[in-house]
């Protein structure tokens, strides 16, 4: 399973590309928004750090604006993927790009039957939402396991699921249980997810144990 950051916030973007475990990154235009930088130099700026996908929304609403901004967004990158909304304008605007070879990731899918169009359009990532479904007490998880349940009836399907909105490590471990190919995190859910109390105590005690033997490893090189 891939693991994307979902952040446009360069700082912790470049932080946590160190560890390489991360395999890609979405933006959304909120995330874009909160950076307080201006699009092209945000997503190239992440591109520049990230050498796989990189998620970057369209602002349009009709398929002939999404195929424009689309263009643009594209030229920023090789490893730019076009994030258009789960609408008809946006299914449309997906076929014309993957036609085109051109990535795409169709975000804010909702139900399965939006999800089996956003395949059938040939998105290369449909993103689900977890955490706003569960916000309004729909079980987010069962989304996700509803769409691979039917991607991995008919193999034939491309698309991969990117489970997004994720709010907690749990969330990402209910994903991966369901098959999901890739997760797509908040910089503080990464975080969350290498962080463990007893991990911290365990530590503390191992090193207060070998303090007291007075030996160090690099002494026996
Ligand atoms: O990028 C799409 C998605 O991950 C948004 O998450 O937390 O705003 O619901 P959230």
């Known amino acids: 399973m891939k693991i994307f950051l979902d952040s446009a916030d360069i700082q912790e973007i470049r932080e946590l590309t160190q560890t390489g475990l991360i395999d890609g990154v979405t933006t959304n235009p909120s995330l874009i928004a909160r950076s307080g930088q201006d699009i ?9 750090l990230v050498p ?14 999404m195929l424009k901004e689309g263009f643009a967004l594209s030229k920023i990158a090789p490893n730019v993927v076009i994030k258009v909304p789960l609408t008809k304008e946006g299914l449309k605007a997906c076929k014309s790009f993957r036609e085109q070879n051109i990535g795409v990731n169709v975000t804010l899918c909702f139900s399965p039957a939006q999800a ?19 916000d309004i007490s ?17 193999p034939s399907l491309t698309t991969q699921v990117l489970a997004a909105s994720i709010r907690h490590p749990l969330h990402v471990v209910q994903a991966a249980k369901a098959g999901v190919h890739v997760v797509t995190v908040p910089g503080k859910v990464f975080k ?10 365990g530590l503390e005690i191992f090193l207060e144990d070998t303090a007291k033997t007075g030996q160090k490893i690099t002494q026996i090189l």
Request: glycine share 8%.
């Open 52 to 65: 796989g996908p990189v998620s970057a929304e369209v602002l349009a609403i009709t398929c002939e604006d």
């Open 192 to 201: 969350q997810m290498y962080a463990h109390p007893l991990t911290d105590k």
């Open 138 to 154: 729909f079980d987010g998880l069962l989304l996700i396991e509803e769409i691979c349940q039917i991607y991995q009836n008919y």
């Open 116 to 134: 089996l169009l956003a395949a059938k359009a040939g998105a290369t990532f449909v993103s689900p939402f977890i955490g706003r479904l569960d």
């Open 40 to 48: 092209k130099k945000v997503i190239a700026g992440i591109c520049d």
